[in-house]
């Protein structure tokens, strides 16, 4: 059974920073890619941020030079560092996981307000 358990999301200001940190419970971490998704009311989910199991990265457009995606494979867990933040970032943010079958796992998401 794999779990996923997003934190860190909140209310901020244009500008601001936020690190979303998500905790994947699963017998073996490192072989999996992960992402961050969001999803903004009305909306479509889409891609964020996606770190494969080798470490390579791929952004949305949207957010290249303002995130940045980790992990930490001995912790099991992903980040999400985001700065310059705006108030189009505003969204509900989910974690994935993707096992080497391309299984897809979700958390149940975290609640990111860019505002003044």
């Known amino acids: 059974q794999v779990q996923l358990v997003e934190s860190g999301g909140g209310l901020v200001q244009p500008g601001g920073s936020l690190r979303l940190s998500c905790a994947a419970s699963v017998s073996i971490f490192s072989t999996n890619d992960m992402g961050w998704y969001r999803q903004a009311p009305g909306k479509q989910r889409e891609l964020v941020a996606v770190i494969t199991s080798g470490g390579s990265t791929t952004y949305a457009d949207s957010v290249k030079g303002r995130f940045t995606i980790s992990r930490d494979n001995g912790k099991k867990m992903v980040y999400l560092q985001m700065n310059s933040l705006k108030p189009e970032d505003t969204a509900v943010y989910y974690c994935?996981?993707?096992?080497?079958?391309?299984?897809?796992?979700w958390g149940q998401g975290t609640q990111v307000t860019v505002s003044s």
């Open positions: 994935n996981l993707k096992t080497p079958g391309r299984r897809n796992y």
